[in-house]
């Protein structure tokens, strides 16, 4: 990150972040100072059980881009797709990226049965577009514009950036998969800020 100070912004340029005299305030919810709940003074030697929620508001702090995942169905050659903030790159040679997918998805088996996958950076607006691919049934790709990948997937309409790739190893872990997945083709598809997602909402990048 470059010396300017980045910032999450509400739509509308406000920050999202209020203080209440006691703590920080995020959407809503008390963010605790001192001992996070759950954890000890290091006088117990033994490892608690981590609380779920507690688990979701602390990896919440870790401001992450969100993209959409999309593919052609083999069976129904209709799009699928999924909404993901668990992407990173992985490694330059050979080019391998990994995105995690829960088990409990329904999405999931039908791009996983794709010959390939794309994967679209979102910009800062298209929270709706995410919104569209979280969503569970119906046609996700209503009123959505797109274009064919060359690997002839579904290109989001003022995505960022797309990127071709094909699922190279899948990995359990919890109630998740880890999806390692090799490059293609990628490319530069829109211009603008990244659609972020921080303390359970969307947000804007400003530097």
Avoid at 14 to 43: E, F, K, Y
Wanted: charged share 15%; net charge negative; with cysteine.
């Amino acid at each position: 990150m470059s010396t300017h100070a980045a910032r999450l912004l509400e739509p509308d340029g406000h920050l999202r972040v209020t203080r209440d005299g006691h703590g920080i305030i995020s959407n809503g919810v008390a963010m605790h100072s001192g001992l996070p709940q759950g954890l000890s003074d290091g006088s117990e030697n033994h490892v608690q059980a981590v609380d779920g929620k507690w688990f979701r508001s602390v990896l919440g702090h870790f401001a992450t881009g969100v993209v959409a995942i999309t593919a052609v169905d083999p069976d129904s050659g209709e799009p699928c797709g999924l909404a993901a903030n668990s992407f990173t790159s992985v490694s330059l040679d050979p080019p391998l990226v990994a995105f995690c997918v829960a088990h409990t998805s329904t999405s999931w088996p039908r791009l996983r049965a794709a010959k390939s996958q794309t994967v679209n950076v979102l910009a800062e607006h298209q929270e709706p577009v995410c919104a569209a691919l979280a969503s569970r049934g119906g046609d996700k790709f209503a009123g959505l514009h797109w274009t064919e990948s060359p690997g002839g997937n579904p290109v989001i309409h003022e995505a960022l950036a797309w990127i071709d790739c094909s699922i190279e190893a899948e990995h359990p872990a919890g109630d998740h998969v880890i999806v390692v997945a090799r490059v293609h083709q990628l490319g530069v598809h829109g211009d603008g800020g990244p659609l972020l997602f921080f303390r359970g909402g969307y947000g804007r990048f400003q530097a």
